[in-house]
């Protein structure tokens, strides 16, 4: 059944993508909004932390603000306009794979840092940072490639997003533009002939 879930909005999105009377801004909003409801939620509710899920509410506001004045930029091409859509879920996977790196969460001594490096597994959201500590104070630092990733992906969406701010800051009507449906004219009929 989830499955089914996750073809039919899967579809949607697509569907909802290509359909040209949707305005960006609705498309933009429709297609970030429920994975952030989902952070959201999860930060509120199971992990009981309402101070951070307000943080990325709030991130998320500015981030969708950056991310429309991105798409209205003008001078800006489209490939550098939707590299974003690709390394946002990058860096997000990134860090999702460095913060689970020592995996703490296990039974001890089933964590990586207990069965090949006899040490205790400590991981640190931001930034993200994973190593396996020692009694004697050394480190050994974990998913380092993830880390590159992450810090790669992540300068990478604060540049693009920068530029999107600051697209809409020069030019507030570039972030309204976003919200309306474009609207396709009509061609011109001729005058019609006197004869």
Not at 83 to 88: E, G, I, L, M
Not at 157 to 164: A, D
Request: aromatic fraction near 10%; hydrophobic fraction near 50%.
């Amino acid at each position: 059944m989830t499955g089914l879930l996750v073809v039919l909005a899967c579809a949607g999105a697509l569907y909802l993508l290509a359909h040209p009377r949707v305005a960006p801004g609705i498309k933009v909003v429709t297609l970030t909004a429920p994975p952030v409801a989902g952070v959201i939620w999860l930060l509120s509710e199971v992990l009981d932390e309402p101070f951070a899920a307000a943080v990325v509410a709030a991130v998320f506001a500015v981030v969708l603000v950056a991310l429309n004045g991105l798409l209205g930029h003008p001078r800006l091409p489209l490939w550098t306009k939707l590299t974003v859509f690709a390394t946002v879920p990058v860096a997000a996977l990134a860090w999702l794979m460095v913060v689970t790196a020592d995996d703490t969460a296990k039974d001890p001594g089933e964590d990586p840092c207990s069965m090949y490096y006899g040490g205790v597994g400590v991981s640190q959201a931001f930034p993200p940072q994973a190593y396996c500590l020692y009694d004697s104070g050394d480190r050994h630092h974990l998913a380092t490639d993830a880390q590159f990733v992450f810090w790669a992906c992540f300068a990478t969406s604060v540049l693009l997003l920068s530029f999107g701010l600051w697209q809409v800051v020069r030019d507030p009507k570039t972030f309204v533009r976003q919200f309306r449906p474009e609207r396709r004219e009509s061609p011109e009929r001729p005058p019609p002939r006197r004869i």
